[in-house]
Structure formats: C-alpha cells, structure tokens
C-alpha cells in the first residue's frame, strides 16, 4: 500500500513539476503566457469582461454625481446674483418711483405757486358697499386740516375731500364717493378758454363701476369721449386746475331732456401712498409751502417744495 502511495505521490508531483516547465519555456521561448496561461485566460476573460464593465459603471456614476454637484454649486451661485439682482431691481424702482413723485411735486408746485399744502400718508381704505373713504394720518392735533379740504396727488390729481378729522387722523371721501361733488370745466386749458361748466358727482348706481356722473350737461357745451375734466375753482371749496379724470361716455337721458356724462377718474386709487391736503389757495403767497412744518417729524419731511425746487436739479433725468 505504501508503494502505490508512494507512486501516486511521484507520479502527480512528475506532472506538476512538468506543467511547471513547460509553461516557464513556453514564457521564455514564446514570450507570452504559455498555453497553461493562456487556457486560464480563457476561462476567466469573461468574469475581468464583467468586472471591467462594473468598474467602468462606477466611474460614470461617481463622475455623474461630481457632475450634479457642480451643478447645484453653479445654480446655488445663480439663485444668489438673481436675488442680488431683484435686491437692485426694487432699489432701482424705488428710487425712480420717488424721482418721478418728487419731479411732478416740483411741476406741481410751479403750476400752483399759491396753493399751500399738508403731506400725509395713506393708511387704508374704510369704504364699504355705500361709500368710497380712506383714512390719512394727519389729524387736528398734527397739522391744520379741517373737513371740506380737497385732498390730491403730487401730480395735480383730485381724489377727494376731507369728511372728518379725528386727534391724530381723518377720512377721506373719494370722488366716487356719492357725497363727494366739485365744479368742473371741460376742454381748454383754463376756465376762460374751456367749452363750458358743469358739476361732476359720485353716482351710486355707477360707484361700482369706477365712474362719476356730470348730470345735465347744456346742449351747446362740447363734450366727448376722452374730453379732461378739471375743477374750475368755482364755489371756493376746491381750487382751479385739479385733474378730476376723462369723459368715458355721454349719454341722453331717457326722458329726452338733457344729457349726461360718465367720468373715469384719473385718482390711482389702487397705488396710493403720499397725498396732499390742500390747506389754502388763491389770495395766497405765492411761496406759500407745499408742505406744512410739523415737529414730529424729522427736517426732512418738513422741508418746504422750496428746498425740493433747488434739489430739482439733482434728479435723475
């Protein structure tokens, strides 16, 4: 037994030792890997076909990922100078809105040198189904305004009359309003040069609608579609050369007599923000201020549209 052991053991390490050297000769004569290297090759090419493959995956996934960080670094810096820009963009507008408002002041002013004027700020609507108000935060113990004051825009646009006055605030009725009226002129330049007179009102038929009406409207006056209607000074309550708004449309009345005119105000109701209480006008200085001195607020809303008129020329063309 021990010699058939024994045979075994030589006859197996005989062919070990003879794959042995024919694959070292078949390296060194052939200079490649031998046949042994070669079938071994063979066997596992498709398993190195595979890793290869899942290797070369990996990497795309790791360079996509690289990829996608990259871009979320790229659009993070994006949304930044975005936000910057929107930050400009609204400064821009600011200072432009406040550039337009301070230029139609000091047009304003020029026009109406006798007018005096009390600034104050919007606070909000107080309207309801019936009326058309908004309240402004100037009152009895902050400035001078008392009710029946017309109140307008920088631009020479009429919005309304003062209804009360509280300590520290007022309402305002609108000129829709169906208390609110005021005498008008239409076409011309002034009063002496117009087509004709007439008195403009709020309607509450035509109050939603955003409309007032000049009622009874003489035959021989000419009014048409897209005709201005300004405030003629008449009557005292509002002064001369107020924008009220344009004639939308005339209409005759349905008993045949007379005419009638819907008015589309030119008041940004929707944009309100600074507005003006007419304190005085007519025999007036004609430096009279266009803003009222009040100690509770700093100088430099205080100052007069004197001093706007000599920055007038600082403003931005």
């Known amino acids: ?8 053991t030589i006859i197996i390490a005989s062919i070990a030792f003879l794959i042995a050297f024919i694959t070292l000769i078949s390296v060194n004569a052939f200079n490649n890997a031998g046949p042994v290297t070669g079938i071994a090759n063979t066997i596992t090419r498709p398993i190195r076909a595979l890793a290869t493959t899942v290797a070369g995956t990996f990497g795309d996934i790791y360079a996509a990922l690289y990829r996608y960080e990259d871009l979320e670094r790229r659009n993070e810096e994006l949304m930044n100078q975005i936000a910057e820009l929107h930050y400009v963009y609204r400064e821009t507008t600011e200072i432009a809105e406040e550039n337009n408002r301070l230029r139609d002041l000091v047009a304003f002013r020029r026009r109406h040198g006798g007018y005096a004027h009390v600034q104050a700020s919007f606070e909000g609507w107080t309207s309801d189904n019936w009326t058309h108000t908004f309240r402004i935060n100037r009152g009895y113990t902050n400035s001078n305004i008392t009710p029946g004051m017309g109140v307008a825009t920088e631009g020479g646009i009429l919005l309304g009359q003062i209804l009360s006055v509280g300590a520290t605030s007022s309402i305002v009725i609108t000129v829709l309003d169906t208390r609110f009226s005021a005498a008008v002129f239409f076409g011309g330049e002034t009063l002496e040069d117009s087509d ?3 008195l403009v009102k709020g309607d509450f038929t035509q109050l939603r609608n955003g409309l007032l009406v000049i009622d009874y409207i003489d035959d021989h006056i000419a009014v048409n579609q897209g005709t201005y209607v300004v405030t003629s000074g008449l009557g005292g309550i509002f002064p001369s050369g ?11 009345h349905a008993n045949g007599i007379g005419r009638y005119a819907t008015v589309r105000p030119s008041s940004p109701f929707d944009s309100l923000s600074l507005v003006y209480v007419i304190i005085g006008f007519g025999d007036t200085d ?9 100690e509770t607020e700093d100088a430099e809303d205080t100052d007069d ?5 000599d920055l007038s020329d600082l403003l931005i063309d």
């Open 242 to 252: 107020l924008t009220v708004g344009l004639v939308e449309m005339v209409h005759n």
């Open 196 to 198: 004709g007179t007439a």
């Open 1 to 8: 037994m021990k010699a058939l052991i024994n045979r075994r």
């Open 286 to 294: 004609d430096n009279a201020p266009i803003l009222e001195p009040d």
């Open 305 to 309: 549209l004197e001093d706007m008129i």
